[in-house]
């Protein structure tokens, strides 16, 4: 399984555009990257998923270099209802089970 | 609609004691899994199931047992409840097939929070 590292945390301000990376070194040809978010109390909920270059959605958008070892989530002009937990993961073929790590939690001030 | 729902949402255990937690999803989803979540750690997964009369084994399955009953429904059931068992359990369903097809996105249920004293 590609392990993932992010950060533990970050802060933004309301209306600024966010960027959390994620690294995944040892992702496989056949791999995805997918990113789920969390707030508080609540069950994960699937945010965006590539395989490389940009996907763009009415969330946020995710950019894959072309060597696929890293992904960046942007969230485009925050506001306080986006503070939450953002998980990385890496989805192998099969069925392997989704790894979930700690996240980055990202804290939105007004 | 609903999703998937878990019941019940809330649960006070003494230790030694036993109980089941019932999830059920409404999506025609292949995949359900279970999860738990300890204070500001990750998601754990405790089991999985690939397909209805299938289960595997996640990173912390012991304590626990599970079933799946039928296509809709996948239960957890701990046979003597542990402190260490306290936490916040999550129950999640896919369209992915054991053989790895169809999307994997998960849904997640709104959890059971436990406390075993």
């Known amino acids: 399984l590609a392990k993932t590292t992010q950060p533990i945390s970050m802060d933004s301000y309301e209306g600024q555009e966010v960027n959390i990376t994620c690294s995944h070194n040892?992702?496989?040809?056949?791999?995805?990257i997918t990113w789920y978010q969390q707030f508080p109390s609540q069950g994960p909920r699937f945010i965006i998923q590539?395989?490389?270059t940009k996907v763009t959605n009415e969330v946020a958008s995710l950019f894959i270099p072309a060597d696929r070892k890293s992904s960046t989530l942007s969230l485009p002009r925050v506001s306080l209802s986006d503070t939450a937990v953002y998980y990385c993961l890496v989805v192998t073929s099969g069925n392997t089970p989704l790894v979930f790590g700690k996240g980055t939690r990202l804290s939105v001030i007004a | 609609n609903a999703g998937v729902t878990q019941t019940p949402k809330f649960q006070v255990l003494k230790t030694g004691q036993s109980m089941t937690l019932q999830c059920a999803q409404d999506m025609n989803h292949n995949s359900m899994y279970w999860y738990r979540q300890d204070p500001g750690m990750g998601l754990r997964l405790i089991y999985y199931?690939?397909?209805?009369?299938?289960?595997d084994k996640g990173e912390v399955p012991n304590g626990y047992n599970v079933s799946r009953l039928n296509k809709r429904e996948f239960s957890l059931r701990l046979e003597s409840a542990a402190p260490s068992q306290t936490s916040v359990y999550f129950c999640?369903?896919?369209?992915?097939?054991?053989?790895?097809?169809?999307?994997?996105?998960?849904?997640f249920g709104p959890g059971t929070r436990l406390t075993v004293t």
């Open positions: 999640a369903s896919s369209p992915r097939t054991r053989q790895g097809k169809g999307l994997y996105e998960q849904y």
């Open positions: 040892n992702i496989a040809t056949n791999d995805y």
């Open positions: 199931s690939a397909s209805e009369g299938t289960t």
């Open positions: 590539g395989y490389k």
